[in-house]
């Protein structure tokens, strides 16, 4: 059974950090795409981040370059995702995914990020 388990959410005042995040389990994903997605209330899902497992391929959405930081622990079958700088516009549930083939295929549960201003 897939499963992708986010942690690490919370409430934080803006201009603060948090780091969430994703264990990976149930296949191997190493040739999987892991992917960071998040939802605000009243808008659409949106992409944040994406790394591949040899921790290369990263890619940032332009609200969050150069305050987000993804990585990867192969050991651990983790992703993580920095979140510095934090913004009120930042307050979403955070999504983990993973991808192949050009689609995201498994989700996670999501983890709350509140920003407060």
């Known amino acids: 059974q897939v499963q992708l388990v986010e942690s690490g959410g919370g409430l934080v005042q803006a201009g603060g950090s948090l780091r969430l995040s994703c264990a990976a389990s149930?296949?191997?994903?190493?040739?999987?795409?892991m992917g960071w997605f998040r939802q605000a209330p009243g808008k659409e899902r949106e992409f944040v981040a994406r790394i591949t497992w040899s921790g290369g391929g990263t890619y940032y959405a332009d609200s969050v370059k150069g305050r987000f930081s993804v990585s990867t622990d192969n050991a651990k079958n983790t992703v993580y995702l920095q979140m510095n700088s934090l913004k009120p516009e930042d307050t979403a549930v955070y999504y983990c995914?993973?991808?192949?083939?050009?689609?995201?295929?498994?989700w996670g549960q999501g983890t709350q990020v509140t920003v407060s201003s």
């Open positions: 995914s993973a991808g192949i083939g050009g689609s995201y295929v498994y």
């Open positions: 149930g296949r191997t994903f190493s040739r999987y795409v």
